[in-house]
């Protein structure tokens, strides 16, 4: 659904949310019934509760970030049993 802003002569600006690309060259006013022609503007995508998984991370992370310590280990490579095997040489 996108929302479109239309223009009444007497009331001013209003909007109407339609399916994309439904949208008339005019539409009656909802507070006077007047014809309002359609202001050509970007269409404004109306939020349906659909968020991405980016964004809500950055919604949790704008209160407490995450802080990391180092990089994230290599896939594939594992820890070491033995405490004594970090101090070897890696390649």
């Known amino acids: ?3 479109y802003v239309y223009r009444c002569a007497d009331c001013g600006d209003f909007e109407l949310t339609r399916p994309l690309g439904e949208a008339g060259p005019s539409e009656r006013c ?3 019934a007047e ?18 998984r980016a ?6 992370s704008a209160h407490a970030p ?3 310590s180092g990089p994230p280990p290599r896939p594939g490579t ?3 049993g033995d405490p004594r095997h970090a101090r ?3 390649s």
């Not at 022609?37 to 509760?49: I, M, S």
């Not at 964004?55 to 949790?60: D, I, S």
């Open 78 to 80: 594992r820890a070491p």
């Open 30 to 32: 909802p507070a006077c």
């Open 1 to 3: 659904m996108a929302t």
């Open 88 to 90: 070897l040489p890696r």
């Open 35 to 52: 014809p309002g022609r359609r202001v050509w503007t970007a269409p404004r995508l109306a939020d349906n509760g659909v968020r991405t």
């Open 55 to 60: 964004a809500a991370a950055e919604e949790r």
């Open 66 to 68: 995450t802080v990391t």
